[in-house]
């Protein structure tokens, strides 16, 4: 995501004493500041003499915090700032940010016009400043990377770790089938907020501001009303729900327990993914990463203290989980307050009015398909369960390292929805087709070494979370049928993030559940009652349903792309 900004002419004493007049400036990327934050260098090219020079992130930040001497201005006076040009202008030296500059956000604009200059020489200098025209690994990765750890992979992670090590077998299923129920309720939520990053991120390309408010307003009652519905529904119906995920007899009460105080909790999740899908949209995925790494802390600390220190077992899991996610809503909410905004809150915005449709049209099929793929999880888990508490304590172990596995992935197709919806709110397509060749060649960089991983050291990395040989060798069975999930999904998710950015979530969402409905759930259902059942076997079921997914959105993507041509030929 870019932000643009329009500042004042300034006076620049840095490569030469040369009077400039800034025209847009471009961020290529996220969370990466001047000076502090980066090492990002400005080519600046003077149209006056045709000659390059090059300054330093510093001295483009002396450049700004000049600006309010008088500026020279003559015929030929004019800049261009590359692409790799960040925003936030934070000074090198004491991390200010120059409240004089006024920030307008933008989708990623690289071509970048001159203000002045004659017409000869911007052709070439537009043409150097061609570099980011296309998506890089830089353009679709930093965007990413922040999103890569979520607070719910976190907590559950850090429950099973130190339940598994402090606790008992009884805990580790409890808090391994009570994580499936919170991922459930957790991504569905994900998916729905994605209309939220969708819809802010196209208003940003299209510089429809005032659109933005209104978005934020509404989606701030549908969410309220959401988990307000979810926390009736988890806390009054936590037994029945544990009973139906075939929890084993010795795990019903703790798995119980587990789901009620998350379930409690609920209001805290739902603020943390709202407010994440705002700051995404807004092209700032850095914040997001910074409410994880506090609520991390806080987790570690709760667990250490309440599992290990007073063996409360699964409940003070639980406890430690919802209290680090409402710290991690605190910092959300402190930031959100002292973001400089290019558009205004208002109070009259916060109610269910027009835009809400919009988000929701995005939002709902995504959430719908999410739902029902984490409801055949779900049925997966209960399909264990009926194997025993060491099977359904091996497969919650390996559901952990699953869940991290598909973390690049899925922070790939979320930024990407982000990315590709602003660039195509600008006009940008070829820009947005490129950024799914990217993301897919990064994907399958990371897929192909997780996937060693997996298959190779899967009981070295089940063995961090417990040292029950038994639940260790059933959760790498598990993985070994599951590996090659982390190859396919690259490819699988990538393209749904770039459809997801087109506005194609209704496809998206019949794709998911074509392969969730009639390939992942009966193939698992048929190999859990084989007569020697075997999670490797049940594991399969996932990289299966994938493939045919992939095969479904290729095909779609061709079919859609030739429509698209055949209609730019007609015009």
Known sequence: VALSMMIPPVLCSAAKQNVLQFGEVCRDGIGSGLGQLGAATVAIEYADDGEPGGVSARD????VADHDRPPQRG???GGFIGAQAVAGLRAADGGKILREVKVFEDAHGHRLGLRGGDEERQPRIAQRGEKGRHAGVGDVLRPALPGVVLPEEVGGAVDLLVVGRFGSTSGLSAVSTGSQVLNLVTFVVTQLAMGVTVLIARYLGEKKHEFISPVIGGAAVVFALL???LFGGLVFLARPISSLMQAPAEALDLT?????????????IVAYNMLSALFRGMGDSRSPLI??????????????????GFHLDAVGAAIATVAAQAVSVVCAVVMLLKKALPFSIKKADFRLNFQCKKFLAIGLPLALQEFLTQLSFLALCAFVNRLGLEASSGYGVACKIVNFAMLIPSALMQSMASFISQNIGAGKHQRARQTLRTGIGIGLFFGLFVFALVLCKGDLLCSFFTTDAPVIANGYAYLKGFALETILTAILFSMIGYFNGSGKTVFVMAQGLFQTLLVRLPMAYIMSIQPNASLTMIGLAAPTSTAVGIVLNVGFYLWWTRKGRERASLA
């Open 227 to 229: 988990a307000a519905v």
């Open 60 to 63: 483009v930040v002396a450049a």
């Open 291 to 308: 409410f994880v790494l506090v609520a991390c802390v806080v987790n570690i600390i709760g667990d250490l203290v309440l599992v290990a």
């Open 256 to 268: 119980t327990s587990y789901v009620r105080i998350c379930g409690a909790g609920i209001f805290f």
């Open 75 to 77: 015929a030929d006076d």
